[in-house]
């Protein structure tokens, strides 16, 4: 009977956590903030193929490596420090110096980082930007330029 306690409390929890990340990520997307740093400029560069179409693998596999640029000691999470950078070196190479400079606030930490550890490990990072691209492609497994520029401009 306490082992299937601990489990259903432990499912509890992870289904919590889950729900937390995708409400965090919807709020980003219904306030206007952070899904507009999702320029056309930013669709060219998660597009890997040129097609003008952004699958969900794309936008996955980029902010992967956005995360991968973002954990410099490569310990498979990032802390307050990797997170804000250093003076002077907080662009991400691969990113808009707009979608770094916002990317990289404490407040958009504090959202990812779901289990509250002052840590985002990739699999928050992740969760949070699949949140991201299910509510810009409404649940399909594509976003179009117009229905890019729709999504991230209210209109």
Do not use: C, P
């Not at 990520?25 to 903030?33: E, N, P, Y």
């Not at 969900?56 to 997170?83: C, H, P, Q, R, V």
């Not at 916002?102 to 949140?131: P, S, Y």
């Amino acid at each position: 009977m306490a082992i299937q306690f601990k489990q259903t409390a432990i499912a509890i929890g992870v289904a919590l956590a889950a729900f937390s990340t995708v409400a965090s990520a919807d709020a980003m997307i219904g306030s206007g903030g952070y899904s507009k740093l999702h320029t056309m400029e930013m669709m060219k560069m998660i597009d890997a193929d040129g097609n003008h179409m952004v699958t969900k693998d794309e936008f996955m596999n980029y902010y992967g490596e956005i995360f991968d640029a973002l954990d410099t000691d490569k310990d498979g999470s990032i802390d307050a420090k990797e997170w804000v950078g250093t003076k002077g070196d907080n662009k991400i190479s691969i990113a808009t110096g707009g979608y770094s400079s916002q990317l990289r606030t404490m407040k958009m930490m504090k959202a990812m980082d779901t289990n509250g550890d002052h840590k985002v490990t990739k699999d928050e990072f992740i969760k949070f930007h699949e949140a991201i691209f299910n509510t810009m492609s409404k649940g399909g497994t594509e976003v179009d330029g117009k229905g890019w520029l729709a999504r991230t401009t209210g209109n």
